[in-house]
């Protein structure tokens, strides 16, 4: 972060080239200039952030706030969640978020993660059991969706009825769709956790959600709008990032045959493999958007107090600055430092989770389907059509 210059001019952006190859689109913005003026996810003015060093610094600052308090008058809209809901991390500052984050950190430590490891696995391999025998399905309906909402529902114990209902409100929420208004999904959501902590209330069992309801009654330390909202973005999160994980990386070694060749041939690679395949296409085109709290410059320019900050990560993990040729996938490529997951204190919770589900997925995935090709041609996939996300909505294979 450096001098002063004056403010960029609004950068044009095409939302349907966005949505189509946001790559090309942040490199181009990323490489025209670090800061620029653009229209937000909401249709109202943000700055968008594209080179590595200043959306990681950026990342790590105190001064860029997520509590929508500090957005100007005005300014960002944003989805609109009742206080039920909206009480959760990803609108909160230290000390609220320090004292709400410690509450349920240790459910999702390495050690206590690495416990669900053959759960998990039993899980994908009972999903592949469904799929092997019919030689083609979707990838994203069969494999890639339920293996994330099953294990953060059985950590949380949400039984198996209420777990299509739930991702259908949560997808009305991400993606807009005259079919399933996002208010009538607000609404579903807060009776199904109103009687989610009901049940558990009376019949607390060894689960999460019923430690977690625990500490709101026993010790009086999350308010109930905190409790519902924990709640709502352990289940959103925990399954939402990791899905599109899992189907990106699968079509990204599908498309790049020598990096899944030599991922067969050493299996033992996956764990680097999967950090090189969240920088490579992650689940999040930007970070959650930010407020300065106080003037602040990025890349020589001021950005005012309160307006909205996205910070991008596209553009951060093709930048060649950090990471050489990269728009080059590459499973042998030292990828630590990539911003898929956060960093600093807002570095996602669940990141050993959705790494170890992530494993999982494609090393059953490989080892149970071998001859996995593309069933359609590349041209006819149909992305999420939202730039919060990056996602397919279906991946249909053959093997």
């Not at 025209?32 to 990342?59: I, M, N, S």
């Not at 799929?131 to 069969?142: C, K």
């Not at 009086?220 to 990386?249: C, K, P, Q, W």
């Not at 106080?294 to 950005?303: F, K, M, P, R, S």
Request: hydrophobic share 45%; glycine share 6%; charged share 25%.
């Amino acid at each position: 972060m450096d001098a002063s210059t004056t403010p960029p001019a609004p950068a044009a952006v095409d939302p349907a080239e966005l949505l189509a190859d946001p790559y090309a689109v942040h490199a181009r913005l990323r490489e025209t200039g670090p800061v620029h003026r653009v229209a937000g996810t909401d249709g109202l003015p943000a700055w968008l952030v594209t080179r590595y060093e200043d959306v990681r610094q950026a990342l790590a600052d105190p001064r860029f706030s997520l509590d929508k308090a500090h957005a100007k008058p005005g300014g960002y809209r944003g989805l609109a969640l009742p206080p039920a809901l909206d009480a959760n991390l990803l609108n909160m500052d230290p000390p609220d978020h320090t004292r709400v984050r410690r509450l349920v950190s240790q459910a999702f430590t390495p050690r206590r993660i690495a416990l669900l490891r053959e759960p998990v696995r039993r899980t994908a391999d009972a999903l592949l059991d469904a799929v092997e025998p019919l030689g083609r399905t979707d990838l994203i309906a069969g494999y890639a969706a339920p293996l994330p909402i099953t294990v953060i529902c059985e950590l949380l114990g949400v039984a198996e009825e209420d777990r299509p209902d739930f991702r259908g409100w949560t997808d009305a929420l991400v993606v807009p769709d005259p079919a399933r208004p996002a208010k009538e999904a607000v609404k579903a959501l807060l009776a199904f956790f109103a009687r989610l902590l009901a049940g558990k209330r009376a019949e607390p069992a060894d689960d999460l959600l019923s430690a977690m309801i625990a500490v709101r009654d026993e010790e009086d330390r999350l308010s109930e709008d905190e409790l519902m909202s924990l709640t709502f973005l352990i289940l959103f999160a925990g399954y939402e990032n990791t899905v599109h994980l899992i189907g990106n990386a699968t079509l990204a070694l599908l498309l790049n045959p020598s990096q899944l060749a030599a991922l067969r041939a050493d299996p033992a690679r996956i764990g680097p493999a999967v950090e090189e395949l969240a920088r490579y296409d992650g689940p999040a085109p930007l970070a959650i958007r930010r407020f300065p709290t106080e003037d602040v410059t990025i890349g020589g320019v001021t950005v005012p107090a309160g307006e909205t900050v996205l910070l991008s990560l596209a553009a951060a993990h093709r930048d060649p600055r950090r990471f050489p040729e990269p728009d080059r996938l590459d499973i042998g490529r030292d990828a630590t430092g990539h911003l898929a997951l956060g960093h600093g204190i807002h570095y996602c919770l669940g990141a050993p989770l959705a790494r170890l589900e992530t494993e999982i997925a494609l090393a059953a995935l490989l080892e149970r389907l071998p001859g996995l090709e593309l069933d359609v041609p590349v041209g006819e996939l149909r992305w999420r059509p939202s730039m919060r996300t990056r996602g397919l909505l279906g991946l249909p294979v053959r093997y």
